[in-house]
């Protein structure tokens, strides 16, 4: 016992280690790595040198943005379209039509392409194109301005005088490293701007007016030019360069301003703004129209060759394609004054046919060039002629297509059809018929006698006796039993007169009993 307290006396506590200190094992990992890097860049900095690790990172970094430029085709074109352009030989021929250009890096007069890196190509236009040379334009300018010549031919009546060749006025600027084209005349100002290679920018303007053009992913469009007439040694030919006047952006990002024209902005093919100072056939609108749409770009994926055979019309109708389908369009002001339409739900209006009448629910508008209906406007009533023949209403409901590539519905018809004149007729003829048989069978009752027929389909009264179809004759102790599908009885002689097929008159009961089963009791004789 003694031995056992010693040894519990003895015995050496248990040591408790404190909390460690150590951080994680994930921070001290990182430590590591952010110690190694650290490692590393001090130990390339002191075998280079300051100057040279900082002339490493620069090349790195501008050798990237260089490999990046030669996926660019834009810049590969650009280069080519520019050595077609701004060589001298172009530029002097240029100049003897009186017309100012240039391409990517370079300028001439009010032609400015020194911003674009891409292709872009700027023109600056004068306000007649002479067909004539300037060299021998300005050589015949001299002869008709000699006073002999003038002489000579004022004795014929001929006015010589020739004036001076119409001379390029306007500044047109391209930039960006994307594909833009620029055209001003009569002292126009058009700026294109695109940058990626996938974008597109056009703008013109004529007139001392301006258009700007912007496009990030996409394309935009901004033109507001009047014509040019072709002239020869300043003659009319009756030939024009026909001026353009449009406004169009589809894309990324793009927006475009046209002067008199109108605006447009669209955010990822998308979100659609246009605002249209113009009507479809290029005439000022009294009140000018603003557009909010909800686009669907996965059109192009669900219905290719309806959305690519759109875009070829709308090529070749002048106006920038677009790969979207509308979901929703809200149109304030214009010939339409409030519009909502879309280019999926019905394809046309629903109509309703009913006496003589049309009723056509969500009529039609003009939206862009597009006949849709329109969710926003009220029903449209054309009253006609009362027509009793149409009791039953006949509704029309055209084809309902969706987005997203999910399957259209319909077109449906009411299938109640409408009730015709001659159906009418008959229809009043047999309750005609009808209630004058009632009146004959209560006439008959009244006066203690059978009707003669129970089922008469015409008006005439002529008496029909036929045979029973079933009879059970009773005779003096014994009785013969004819039975048929009717099922009815009569209990009188066989040669008791009846009234008509599947009906038996009891004489001796007072009751007639139909092949119904339902007794009816008639006055006793």
């Known amino acids: 016992m003694a031995d056992v307290l010693t040894r519990r006396e003895t015995a050496r506590p248990e040591r408790i280690s404190p909390p460690s200190s150590r951080p994680p094992r994930r921070r001290r990992f990182g430590v590591a790595v952010v110690t190694l890097l650290s490692v590393l860049a001090i130990g390339l900095g002191v075998s280079m040198g300051e100057g040279q690790a900082r002339a490493a990172s620069t090349q790195d970094i501008i050798s990237g943005l260089n490999a990046m430029t030669s996926l660019n085709p834009a810049a590969g074109i650009g280069n080519v379209v520019a050595v077609l352009i701004n060589n001298k030989g172009s530029q002097a021929a240029l100049e003897q039509w009186r017309i100012q250009a240039c391409g990517s890096g370079a300028s001439s007069g009010g032609a400015d392409c020194s911003g674009s890196t891409g292709t872009g ?5 004068p306000g007649q194109f002479e067909l004539t040379p300037d060299a021998i334009y300005k050589g015949a300018q001299s002869i008709a301005d000699n006073q002999a010549v003038k002489t000579i031919l004022g004795l014929f009546g001929i006015d010589s005088s020739l004036p001076n060749a119409a001379t390029p006025l306007g500044h047109a600027t391209v930039i960006g490293d994307g594909f833009q084209f620029a055209m001003a005349s009569t002292g126009g100002k058009a700026t294109a701007i695109s940058y990626l290679p996938v974008s597109l920018a056009t703008a013109g303007a004529s007139g001392g007016r301006t258009a700007y053009a912007f496009a990030l992913v996409g ?8 014509d040019i007439p072709i002239v020869i040694l300043s003659k009319p030919t009756g030939l024009a360069i026909p001026g353009i006047k449009t406004v169009g952006c589809y894309g990324g990002l793009t927006a475009a301003y046209a002067e008199g024209v109108g605006a447009c902005a669209n955010v990822l093919g998308t979100f659609d703004f246009r605002f249209t100072q113009l009507d479809a056939a290029g005439k000022s609108l009294s009140i000018p129209q603003v557009q909010f749409a909800l686009t669907d770009p996965s059109a192009v994926l669900t219905d290719p060759s309806g959305v690519f055979s759109k875009v070829i019309t709308d090529i070749f109708a002048g106006k920038t394609p677009t790969l979207s389908k509308d979901i929703a369009r809200l149109s304030l002001g214009g010939d339409s004054l409030l519009a909502l339409t879309s280019e999926y739900g019905l394809s046309a209006p629903i109509t309703v046919n009913w006496l003589g009448s049309t009723i056509t629910i969500y009529p039609t508008a003009t939206i862009n060039g597009e006949t849709r209906p329109n969710m926003a406007a009220p029903p449209q009533i054309v009253t006609g002629g009362l027509d009793t023949s149409q009791v039953i209403p006949v509704i029309t409901v055209p084809r309902i297509t969706f987005p997203f590539g999910l399957a259209p519905l319909g077109p ?23 209630a004058r048989a009632v009146r004959s069978a209560v006439a008959d009752d009244e006066t203690g006698t059978t009707s003669s ?18 009879t059970i004759t009773s005779s003096t102790g014994r009785s013969s039993q004819s039975s048929s599908s009717s099922g009815t009885r009569t209990s009188a002689p066989s040669a008791a007169p009846t009234s008509s097929a599947g009906t038996d008159t009891g004489a001796d009961s007072g009751v007639t009993q139909s092949s119904g089963g339902v007794p009816t009791v008639s006055p006793a004789n």
């Open 121 to 125: 190509i700027a023109i600056v236009m």
């Open 219 to 226: 394309i935009a469009n901004a033109w507001t030019t009047d």
């Open 412 to 434: 449906y018809v009411s299938s109640a059809p409408a009730l015709t004149t001659s159906s009418a007729r008959v229809l009043a003829a047999t309750t005609t018929t009808t």
């Open 453 to 470: 027929s129970s089922n008469t389909t015409s008006s005439s009264t002529t008496p029909s006796t036929t045979t029973s179809s079933t």
